[in-house]
Every structure is written in structure tokens, then in C-alpha cells.
């Protein structure tokens, strides 16, 4: 395997790693890129723009289309409808060793008959690099993933976290443009999965790199990446940053996939100077401030995060000036979830509902935490509600 | 290491009865292969007698180097048409007919010999193909392909897709993601549907006899020719040589399955 092959264009790109837009420059242009199989249209014209230098997850439950969506970037699809702009020029049906893209597969797919440094190497070797230069570049991606003393073991001689190493190490290996990310942590356990996201975060930020990373995890998505784009059936429901995904979502599905909350299916609006009053039967009416773009005349609902409801025993007497204007909810705690570092209450309303609320434990001996059928008011101000269409 | 539990003495037992009753037979044939005695059923000492025989006869000697040479060129013949064909049904897309091709494939797997060497004989001779070590070689190869594919297909259906596309991914096309990655390990397979196909062609006496010519037998025709006209001790010594050499092959067969399943050292070239 150590035949000179003459270098290609993309390997040379590869194996310099220049030709790579500045950071914050567009780097990949994806444009209407639709794909079906069968009668199934997994990924259903999606177009986004990522800067060079970001880190950008797509987020989707299973069957969404976004592994689909990443194949086609890496090149084992080729997409029926749109094209994929990689530094201006159209990579669409391009092979996947003619783009200057490496991906980490889920399951690693490491050589089993190859050893740590062979796998790494492989690319390098494709490419047509030298030996010795290849061997300076073993040898600095296995320190930059810190494992040195392996360089000879078999994958089947790794844990799962090295094995993670090697795949991410052999993908870095030929300093691709664009790194993309499979499920990269699925197969780790929750603590190595936590130290893992972390080291993810500082080498993409050391090596000024491109990652995409496709997760059905949320909190992984909200940790690493810098934008969020969430998929549903094939479409992009929302790109955002990861706050702006939970304090703002722009759909009552993406709403109930990021996090917790809790929904009020409306009834009747009413607007008031900068507000609305939105009557809903399981929680009455509810005074939201009006949404940035006007709701239309379909089905809507007010939701509100557990952990911006309060819970007072005789509600919010001291907030003087702003009780006008706060939701006052009245009822008994039907439920209480203990998580260590915060209690998530069910509060079963007066006016029917239920109602999460996260309470944090602030205090490690605390007197006044609420029992089982004890009444209580829940509130919470305009500000934190949004109004969602369905 | 996993602890292997200890046998009951009934396991013991059953174990030394199952292993006389495939065995005993098969000694009884090798210690009088080393027969004195001229009947084959008396035993007049030990002696290398009639494997000197087998040495002087011409025949036979002609007979055994001919199956050694079919068996090379169909087992060869065969790992390469039965490992492309494992490959075009794993690997292919689902094409029009693929369920249909698969079953028809291994159909000569489940097929009666006589119905496949009779056919393979009226094939042979609407080509008025001359029948010799050609026509055998042929045949053995129709014989013993299935075998090989199922062996290779087995192998490749647990290999990991993955595997190829990365060797895409890292800058190989199609062909090199197969050469580089693929191929060294399924390469254990490989060689042991070879094993397979030589040794199954090395036994073969139905097919062999319905497709040879004159002055083309092969070893199982020649011994079952002789034995009719009553055995001599000289058989036992040839059988004995080809126990010994099936033996081998089977032995390198396992120890090659066995290398192509325990997945790490699986690229050692055999």
C-alpha cells in the first residue's frame, strides 16, 4: 500500500489544507438538496449556508433525514434535486474521495486488520504523502487525541472511548475542509460522552475547523454546537443558535422536541397595547407579550419552560408594580420529581390543566419545599411565555 | 478464557462411542494399508509394501495425479467465479431477480449429483465437446461454486458497509475501497472456500464418472474400478494418502475460518 500514486487535486487540498475559506467566510452552500428513496423523500429540499469555522449540529429524531442529509455531503448519496456549493464549486455528484471532506462514522468503522497507526496513515497514504511526512503526521494527530503508546495496538485492542480517537484522529488526519460528524458520541457511556463533548469543543476551536455533527441528542446538540438546525420529515424546522432554539422555537413541534414545556392550547385572543390575552381552557387566560411575527388565524398555544414557572405558597405580594400583568395560576402539587440539583413539581391547576415547574434546590436543607396535595401558586411574568402556532 | 465445564462420564461415553463408530472404520482402513499379507483381510504383519506398489503403478499414479490436478483448477476456477458472485449479491443494489439468482446459485448445493452429472453429460455432448479433464474440471466447478459462495457471502454479510465507504471517504474509489479493505478480509473465506472446493472435487466420484472420457479417470473412478474387481491391499494405501491429505486441507480450511471470524489478525495472509 505504499505505491506513489500522482496526486489528485483534492488530495493535494486535502494534505495541505489550504484553498479553505477564512473563518466566518461561507464555506458550504447547500441549495434545495432533496433525496428520495422509493417512494420515501427522506431529506425534502433543504437549503443552509455554514461558515467556515463553525460547529453545527443537526438535531431530528430517528428517520428525519439528517444521516442522509450528511451522507450526501460526504458523498455516498447523491442528491436527487439541489446542488452543494463546497467553496463555490458544485460537489453534488462528486465521489466521495474526489471532495475534500472526512467524516467519522458512527460506529467508527476503523480497519480491523489495520493497526492505530495504519488507520490514521490511510488517508495520508491515499493521498500520496510522502513517508516521512506522513509519519510526522501519525504522529501529531495521535498526540493531539492523546494516544501515544497504542500506535501499534489493533482496534479490537481499544476501549470504545480509544476506538472514538482513532476514527476521530484518522478522519483529522488529512485536514479536510469540512469534518463531519456521525453520531460521533452515541456509543460512549454518559460520563466519557460529557469529557468527550468537551474535548470535541476545544479541538474544533483549536484547529479553526468546519464540524457538522448529526445527534438525536439535544443536550449534546445545545453543548457543542454554535447553530442548531432541527430537522423534521426531511425539512429543516429551525436553524438558531441553541437559545434562541429554547427561548424562542418557531413551532409547537420543535417546542415539545428541545427540552420540556408546558402547553396551553388557546382558545381566544385578545391584544392589549403590547400584549396579548390569550384565554385557554386548562389554564384560563394568560397574558403573553406578542410574539415578533403575528400568529395566523390557525391553531395556536402559549407554552412556557418549567423552570420559568415560580411557586409561592400565597404568590408574587412583593413584585410590586408588575402583579397586573403576571400570570397567577392557582392549585395543589400533584406530583414531585427529585433530580439533585433541581425538583420538577406538578402542579395540578384549578382551572383543570397541569403544570410543570422547576424548582432549583438552592439550599441543601430546605425548609419550605412543598409536599404532595399542598396548595400553591404558580407564576410567571409575559416575558417568559411564548406563543406557538400548532 | 472461558471455562470449559468438565464432562460427566456419561458425555465421555457417548463422546468415545460417537468417535469409534466415524473413526474405527477409517483406522481399520490405515493400519492395513501397512499390511504384509496379500488378502486384504488377514494380517501377515507390518509393511510399506503396497505403498511401494502404488508408486510402480502407472495407472494409478496417472489417475491420482489427474484428480489432483482437476481439483487445483476447479477449486481455482471456482473461488474465483463463487467469490465474485457472493460479492454481486451482497454487495450489488437490489436488482430485478436478485432473490431468484441467490436461489439458483446454491440450487446445485441441494441438487442430487446424478441429476447434475447426467445433465452436465447431455450438455457436454449436444457441444460434442470432447470429455476428458476439461469436461471434469467443468463440472467440478458447477459442483463446488455454490459452495464457495456460500462460505464468501457468509463472511462479507457480517462485514461492516461502513468499512468500504470510509475507505472512500479517506480517498479511495470503489475499486481500491475493495482491494485495500474488503478484500484482505474476506481473504480467510476465500481460502477456505478453496479448501472447500479442492476437497470436494478431490472426493467426487458421481459427477467425475458421468463427464470424464477414456484415459481421463480420475482417482475415484480408478479405486472404485479396481474394487470391483476385488479389492486389493494397494487401495488401503492409496486411501490412506488421501485421508492424510484431506486432513491437511481441512485442517488449514478451519484454522482460516477460524482466523476470518476472530476479526482482529483476520488480514494475514495465509
Same mark, same amino acid.
Request: net charge neutral; proline share 4%; aromatic share 6%.
Given at each position: 500500500m505504499t505505491d506513489e500514486l500522482p496526486r489528485t487535486d483534492v488530495a493535494a487540498h486535502a494534505a495541505d489544507g489550504d484553498a479553505s475559506p477564512a473563518a466566518?467566510? *461561507?464555506l458550504l452552500r447547500i441549495e434545495g438538496v432533496a433525496k428520495t428513496f422509493g417512494t420515501f423523500r427522506?431529506?425534502?429540499g433543504v437549503s443552509l449556508e455554514i461558515k467556515a469555522g463553525e460547529f453545527f449540529a443537526l438535531l431530528g429524531?430517528?428517520?428525519?433525514?439528517k444521516t442522509t442529509l450528511l451522507r450526501m455531503l460526504a458523498g455516498f448519496e447523491a442528491p436527487d434535486e439541489g446542488r452543494i456549493l463546497l467553496g463555490g464549486k458544485?460537489?453534488?455528484?462528486?465521489l466521495p474521495h474526489e471532495r475534500p471532506i472526512n467524516m467519522m462514522f458512527q460506529n467508527y468503522a476503523?480497519?480491523?486488520?489495520?493497526s492505530v497507526r495504519d488507520n490514521i496513515a490511510f488517508g495520508l497514504k491515499r493521498a500520496g504523502m510522502a513517508r516521512a511526512e506522513t509519519a510526522t503526521r501519525v504522529a501529531e494527530m495521535v498526540a493531539l487525541v492523546k494516544?501515544?503508546?497504542?500506535?501499534?495496538?489493533? *482496534?479490537?485492542?481499544?476501549?470504545g472511548g480509544q476506538r472514538q480517537r482513532v476514527a476521530l484522529a484518522r478522519a483529522l488526519a488529512r485536514r479536510p475542509q469540512l469534518l463531519l460528524l456521525d453520531e *460521533?458520541?452515541?456509543?460512549?457511556d454518559k460520563k466519557l460522552r460529557e469529557s468527550t463533548q468537551g474535548e470535541l469543543m476545544e479541538l474544533q476551536r483549536r484547529l479553526g475547523m468546519t464540524f457538522i455533527i448529526v445527534t438525536h441528542d439535544q443536550e449534546e446538540a445545545m453543548t457543542m454546537a454554535g447553530r442548531i438546525g432541527v430537522m423534521k420529515s426531511g425539512k429543516l424546522a429551525q436553524v438558531a443558535s441553541p437559545r434562541e432554539l429554547y427561548e424562542?422555537?418557531?413551532?409547537r413541534w420543535i417546542a415539545e422536541f428541545v427540552g420540556d414545556i408546558n402547553l396551553f392550547d388557546g382558545e381566544s385572543k385578545l391584544r392589549d397595547g403590547h400584549r396579548l390575552v390569550v384565554g385557554t381552557r386548562d389554564a384560563g387566560a394568560l397574558v403573553v407579550a406578542e410574539p415578533r411575527e403575528p400568529i395566523g388565524t390557525g391553531k395556536f398555544a402559549v407554552a412556557i419552560r418549567p423552570e420559568k414557572v415560580k411557586l409561592s405558597?400565597?404568590?408574587?405580594?412583593?413584585?410590586?408594580?408588575r402583579e397586573t400583568a403576571i400570570n397567577r395560576l392557582d392549585g395543589v402539587i400533584a406530583d414531585i420529581c427529585y433530580l439533585g440539583g433541581t425538583t420538577t413539581y406538578k402542579v395540578k391547576l384549578d382551572t383543570g390543566g397541569m403544570l410543570q415547574a422547576s424548582v432549583a434546590n438552592?439550599?441543601?436543607?430546605?425548609?419550605?419545599a412543598y409536599s404532595l396535595n399542598q396548595h400553591v401558586v404558580a407564576w410567571f411574568t409575559p416575558d417568559d411565555c411564548v406563543v406557538l402556532q400548532s | 478464557m472461558r471455562k470449559v465445564p468438565r464432562l460427566s462420564r456419561f458425555n465421555i461415553a457417548s463422546l468415545a462411542l460417537g468417535l469409534a463408530f466415524l473413526y474405527l472404520p477409517i483406522l481399520i482402513l490405515v493400519i492395513y494399508s501397512?499390511?504384509?499379507?496379500?488378502?486384504?483381510?488377514v494380517w501377515g504383519g507390518w509393511s510399506l509394501r503396497w505403498y511401494h506398489e502404488f508408486f510402480n503403478d502407472r495407472a494409478m499414479i496417472e489417475a491420482a495425479w489427474m484428480s489432483l490436478r482437476v481439483a487445483v483448477s476447479s477449486a481455482t476456477i471456482a473461488t474465483l467465479l463463487g467469490t465474485l458472485a457472493a460479492i454481486a449479491l451482497s454487495?450489488?443494489?437490489?436488482?430485478?431477480g436478485r432473490t431468484l439468482f441467490s436461489g439458483m446459485l446454491y440450487a446445485p448445493l441441494v441438487m442430487p449429483e446424478v441429476i447434475t452429472g447426467l445433465s452436465l453429460l447431455l450438455l457436454f455432448v449436444a457441444l460434442n465437446a470432447e470429455r476428458g479433464f476439461w469436461t471434469v474440471t467443468i463440472a467440478h466447478t458447477t459442483l463446488t461454486m455454490c459452495f464457495v459462495a456460500v462460505v464468501v457471502q457468509s463472511r462479507l454479510g457480517s462485514l461492516d458497509r461502513s468499512l468500504e465507504e470510509a475507505a472512500m471517504d479517506l480517498g479511495c474509489d470503489p475499486v481500491r475501497a475493495f482491494v485495500s479493505v474488503t478484500l484482505p478480509l474476506i481473504a480467510p473465506a476465500i481460502v477456505a472456500g478453496w479448501m472447500l472446493a479442492f476437497t470436494l472435487s478431490l472426493d467426487d466420484l458421481v459427477i467425475a464418472s458421468f463427464t470424464t472420457g477414456p484415459g481421463a479417470a480420475t482417482l475415484p473412478i480408478r479405486i472404485y474400478s479396481e474394487v470391483r474387481l476385488g479389492v486389493k491391499p494397494e487401495i488401503n494405501a492409496i486411501c490412506t494418502l488421501v485421508i492424510a491429505l484431506i486432513a491437511v486441507v481441512i485442517v488449514i480450511a478451519s484454522l482460516a475460518s477460524k482466523l476470518s471470524s476472530s476479526q482482529g489478525e483476520s488480514a494475514a495472509p495465509l
Amino acid at each position: 500500500m505504499t505505491d506513489e500514486l500522482p496526486r489528485t487535486d483534492v488530495a493535494a487540498h486535502a494534505a495541505d489544507g489550504d484553498a479553505s475559506p477564512a473563518a466566518g467566510q *461561507p464555506l458550504l452552500r447547500i441549495e434545495g438538496v432533496a433525496k428520495t428513496f422509493g417512494t420515501f423523500r427522506a431529506v425534502d429540499g433543504v437549503s443552509l449556508e455554514i461558515k467556515a469555522g463553525e460547529f453545527f449540529a443537526l438535531l431530528g429524531p430517528s428517520g428525519c433525514g439528517k444521516t442522509t442529509l450528511l451522507r450526501m455531503l460526504a458523498g455516498f448519496e447523491a442528491p436527487d434535486e439541489g446542488r452543494i456549493l463546497l467553496g463555490g464549486k458544485d460537489i453534488a455528484q462528486a465521489l466521495p474521495h474526489e471532495r475534500p471532506i472526512n467524516m467519522m462514522f458512527q460506529n467508527y468503522a476503523l480497519f480491523p486488520h489495520l493497526s492505530v497507526r495504519d488507520n490514521i496513515a490511510f488517508g495520508l497514504k491515499r493521498a500520496g504523502m510522502a513517508r516521512a511526512e506522513t509519519a510526522t503526521r501519525v504522529a501529531e494527530m495521535v498526540a493531539l487525541v492523546k494516544l501515544e503508546g497504542l500506535e501499534k495496538r489493533k *482496534p479490537d485492542q481499544l476501549s470504545g472511548g480509544q476506538r472514538q480517537r482513532v476514527a476521530l484522529a484518522r478522519a483529522l488526519a488529512r485536514r479536510p475542509q469540512l469534518l463531519l460528524l456521525d453520531e *460521533p458520541l452515541a456509543a460512549l457511556d454518559k460520563k466519557l460522552r460529557e469529557s468527550t463533548q468537551g474535548e470535541l469543543m476545544e479541538l474544533q476551536r483549536r484547529l479553526g475547523m468546519t464540524f457538522i455533527i448529526v445527534t438525536h441528542d439535544q443536550e449534546e446538540a445545545m453543548t457543542m454546537a454554535g447553530r442548531i438546525g432541527v430537522m423534521k420529515s426531511g425539512k429543516l424546522a429551525q436553524v438558531a443558535s441553541p437559545r434562541e432554539l429554547y427561548e424562542a422555537p418557531r413551532s409547537r413541534w420543535i417546542a415539545e422536541f428541545v427540552g420540556d414545556i408546558n402547553l396551553f392550547d388557546g382558545e381566544s385572543k385578545l391584544r392589549d397595547g403590547h400584549r396579548l390575552v390569550v384565554g385557554t381552557r386548562d389554564a384560563g387566560a394568560l397574558v403573553v407579550a406578542e410574539p415578533r411575527e403575528p400568529i395566523g388565524t390557525g391553531k395556536f398555544a402559549v407554552a412556557i419552560r418549567p423552570e420559568k414557572v415560580k411557586l409561592s405558597r400565597r404568590g408574587p405580594v412583593s413584585e410590586a408594580g408588575r402583579e397586573t400583568a403576571i400570570n397567577r395560576l392557582d392549585g395543589v402539587i400533584a406530583d414531585i420529581c427529585y433530580l439533585g440539583g433541581t425538583t420538577t413539581y406538578k402542579v395540578k391547576l384549578d382551572t383543570g390543566g397541569m403544570l410543570q415547574a422547576s424548582v432549583a434546590n438552592s439550599a441543601r436543607i430546605d425548609v419550605d419545599a412543598y409536599s404532595l396535595n399542598q396548595h400553591v401558586v404558580a407564576w410567571f411574568t409575559p416575558d417568559d411565555c411564548v406563543v406557538l402556532q400548532s | 478464557m472461558r471455562k470449559v465445564p468438565r464432562l460427566s462420564r456419561f458425555n465421555i461415553a457417548s463422546l468415545a462411542l460417537g468417535l469409534a463408530f466415524l473413526y474405527l472404520p477409517i483406522l481399520i482402513l490405515v493400519i492395513y494399508s501397512f499390511n504384509a499379507s496379500r488378502l486384504v483381510t488377514v494380517w501377515g504383519g507390518w509393511s510399506l509394501r503396497w505403498y511401494h506398489e502404488f508408486f510402480n503403478d502407472r495407472a494409478m499414479i496417472e489417475a491420482a495425479w489427474m484428480s489432483l490436478r482437476v481439483a487445483v483448477s476447479s477449486a481455482t476456477i471456482a473461488t474465483l467465479l463463487g467469490t465474485l458472485a457472493a460479492i454481486a449479491l451482497s454487495r450489488g443494489e437490489r436488482f430485478r431477480g436478485r432473490t431468484l439468482f441467490s436461489g439458483m446459485l446454491y440450487a446445485p448445493l441441494v441438487m442430487p449429483e446424478v441429476i447434475t452429472g447426467l445433465s452436465l453429460l447431455l450438455l457436454f455432448v449436444a457441444l460434442n465437446a470432447e470429455r476428458g479433464f476439461w469436461t471434469v474440471t467443468i463440472a467440478h466447478t458447477t459442483l463446488t461454486m455454490c459452495f464457495v459462495a456460500v462460505v464468501v457471502q457468509s463472511r462479507l454479510g457480517s462485514l461492516d458497509r461502513s468499512l468500504e465507504e470510509a475507505a472512500m471517504d479517506l480517498g479511495c474509489d470503489p475499486v481500491r475501497a475493495f482491494v485495500s479493505v474488503t478484500l484482505p478480509l474476506i481473504a480467510p473465506a476465500i481460502v477456505a472456500g478453496w479448501m472447500l472446493a479442492f476437497t470436494l472435487s478431490l472426493d467426487d466420484l458421481v459427477i467425475a464418472s458421468f463427464t470424464t472420457g477414456p484415459g481421463a479417470a480420475t482417482l475415484p473412478i480408478r479405486i472404485y474400478s479396481e474394487v470391483r474387481l476385488g479389492v486389493k491391499p494397494e487401495i488401503n494405501a492409496i486411501c490412506t494418502l488421501v485421508i492424510a491429505l484431506i486432513a491437511v486441507v481441512i485442517v488449514i480450511a478451519s484454522l482460516a475460518s477460524k482466523l476470518s471470524s476472530s476479526q482482529g489478525e483476520s488480514a494475514a495472509p495465509l
